[in-house]
């Protein structure tokens, strides 16, 4: 059974920064790639950053520019380094292994992010 551990979450003022990390048991991480999601209250989860197994990385709109995807494959771990938070960004951010428009593997519990002054 994979699990997924999330953590880096808090509360930071628009403008500010966090990194978020994930880190998976068992080998998921060889020849997968990676995903960080999030849900804000009232909304479905969406994808905002994916980073394949050789290193190529895609964003969600909303955030190029400001959010990096990055995987250590020898700790299983992914990170996601967020810049110039906005108040949309506000939501549980989760990890997880994409499969076309659904994920392979049962959800974390997540980290919270909320940006407000």
């Known amino acids: 059974q994979v699990q997924f551990v999330e953590s880096g979450g808090g509360l930071v003022q628009p403008g500010g920064s966090l990194r978020l990390s994930c880190a998976a048991s068992?080998?998921?991480?060889?020849?997968?790639?990676m995903g960080w999601y999030r849900q804000a209250p009232g909304k479905q989860r969406e994808l905002v950053a994916e980073i394949q197994s050789g290193g190529s990385t895609s964003y969600e709109d909303s955030v190029k520019g400001r959010f990096t995807i990055s995987r250590d494959t020898a700790k299983n771990t992914v990170y996601l380094q967020m810049n110039n938070l906005k108040p949309e960004d506000t939501a549980v951010y989760h990890c997880?292994?994409?499969?076309?428009?659904?994920?392979?593997?049962?959800w974390g519990q997540g980290t919270q992010v909320t940006v407000s002054s």
């Open positions: 068992g080998t998921i991480f060889r020849g997968y790639a």
């Open positions: 997880n292994v994409p499969d076309g428009p659904f994920v392979k593997h049962s």
